[in-house]
């Protein structure tokens, strides 16, 4: 049974019969007429407010619903369930959208509906994308049930967002007074300027904009992106070489342009400079990671490249592949560090992906720190 409750009067103001079994969660749309409630008996009601009718029965989860949230705008709403899976459900009609795998505790939307977290029973918080379902983040801290998350309402100087979760053991007894089982992190993906780091962007033709706090050096060929990249070198201890530079050029160049005339034209190449191995013979104490666009044998070709370039990281991903490569959101890449360490990522934003990166990058780089300080002599 719910009921709802009159504050003012403290009376009991309505009760809502019609599931089968324990009801483990309710939430309000944002306008407040509707009521939606998760129950063991593996459905989710809608009620109307006013009148206490059930507008519609949502069926799809094959175990216990343990938790509801609506989107801000109140057109979707999102499912927990024991049977591991969230499922996004259009208010309208009433039918699933989509359903992701893990995550079966929880779930909240971020204030401005763009992210949907989730709490499991492998004490995991996974992050997804509203709009193309793909996994941002894949959160691991905690030792047992995550049974609740909440975004922190969205500070408007900062434009960042916090997620707030605790475990089971914090949830079930409402003790979280000390914080001891409170983890937070941010959810926007953090760029290198964010982490306190001095970022020069060496880019070339494009009309993206410039990242804040980074300074950009525009470049419209291959030698000019070589003679910007060694002008900045000396002073950088990470190096991150992302551009797809041409591996040929016209060995000959015009003033005018080239009319046309019969028979054949010949176009003769040369090749350009490699700038990610004229960098790897110079970088001394530097990190160094390159990217790997791959057609076939993808892992192969950037081991090898891992190897012969002298990198720190490669960064292989197949440009076949629906949802990676050039000219879209997300990306499918595959992580290669020179510890032997291979990370397989699924589907994801590109900025998770670069977060996923400069964590890998940290990591390496802590791991050369911590080296040389068991080096020093005592």
Known sequence: TIKLWNLDRGKVQRNLKGHTGKVSSVVFSPDG???ASGSHDNTIKLWNVETGQVLRTLQGHSDWVNCVAFT???????????DETIRLWDIETGKAQRAHAGGGCCVAFSPDGSLLASGSSDGRVRLWRTDDGSLLHNLEGHSDDVRSVTFAPKDLEQAAEVLSSCINCGADDGDIRQGRHRLQVEVRPPSAHRRVAEVVLVAGVTRLPTPFGVRRIDVGTALEMRDAVLAEFEDASIVIKAAAV??????????????RRRGELKLELESTADLLE?????????????FAAESENVVENARLKLETKHLDLVVANDITREGAGFDGETNIVTLLSRDGRQTDLPKMNKQAVAD???????RLRSRVESGRAQSLPR
């Open 356 to 362: 996923l990166i400069l964590d890998e990058v940290v």
């Open 33 to 35: 007429k509707t009521l």
């Open 72 to 82: 801000p705008d109140g057109k979707t709403l999102a499912s927990a369930s024991d």
């Open 278 to 290: 004229e960098v790897a013979r110079e970088k001394g104490s530097r990190l160094l990671v390159g």
């Open 246 to 259: 041409a591996d040929f050029r016209p060995a000959r160049t015009e003033k005018h342009k080239i009319k």
